[in-house]
T-cell receptor
């Protein structure tokens, strides 16, 4: 089945640094969502970007979407300890009704 | 915190037993989806209910079944539990079926021994 693939698998950064993670997918999408999961808890929605949008911001988060390369990136600026979590992308295919997640990127922010 | 609540939070069952997990969706949401997340993996879609009808199903055997009630709360039932069913089970509600922001509960951690 289709799903996004996040890269890298894991990322360790110092507090205050920026963190960038990527998501790739194989076929054309309608939209793409990013979610965060803190240590074995529920997922929290971060951003939804539509296929006709190239960039979206929410607070310290910046998401880009390049439909020609079939990829998206999530940038967290000025990271904090509370940003330590796993991040998942969920590409939304036309006519699909479910969220399809990859294995995620685990981000550790060191104090 | 979302308005989605799941119960119980933790559960230990023996192989071969049956389990029922419950989910109360966010107010105004008519769609509930269930996901299974094994350790170190992303959530995998089990099925979705829209206005009390199953709206789609992932690659899970029939011993995984569900229900959605008129108030849009939902149950996930798993029969004949296997060791591999040990996972975090997540419920997510959304405003309408299809794509859009999903609001997740905190999950039920099921351990099968």
């Amino acid at each position: 089945s289709q799903q996004g693939e996040e890269d890298p698998q894991a990322l360790s950064i110092q507090e205050g640094e920026n963190a960038t993670m990527n998501c790739s997918y194989k076929t054309s999408i309608n939209n793409l969502q990013w979610y965060r999961q803190n240590s074995g808890r529920g997922l929290v929605h971060l951003i939804l970007i539509r296929s006709n949008e190239r960039e979206k911001h929410s607070g310290r988060l910046r998401v880009t979407l390049d439909t020609s390369k079939k990829s998206s990136s999530l940038l967290i600026t000025a990271s904090r300890a509370a940003d330590t979590a796993s991040y998942f992308c969920a590409p939304g295919w036309w006519g699909d009704y479910k969220l399809s997640f990859g294995a995620g990127t685990t981000v550790t922010v060191r104090a | 915190e979302t308005g989605v609540t799941q119960s119980p939070t933790h559960l230990i069952k023996t192989r071969g037993q049956q389990v029922t997990l419950r989910c109360s969706s966010q107010s105004g949401h008519n769609t509930v989806s269930w996901y299974q997340q094994a350790l170190g993996q992303g959530p995998q879609f089990i099925f979705q209910y829209y206005r009390e009808e199953e709206n789609g199903r992932g690659n899970f055997p029939p011993r995984f079944s569900g229900l959605q009630f008129p108030n849009y709360s939902s149950e996930l039932n798993v029969n004949a539990l296997e060791l591999d069913d040990s996972a975090l089970y997540l419920c997510a509600s959304s405003l309408e079926a299809g794509q859009g922001e999903a609001f997740f509960g905190q999950g039920t951690r099921l351990t099968v021994v």
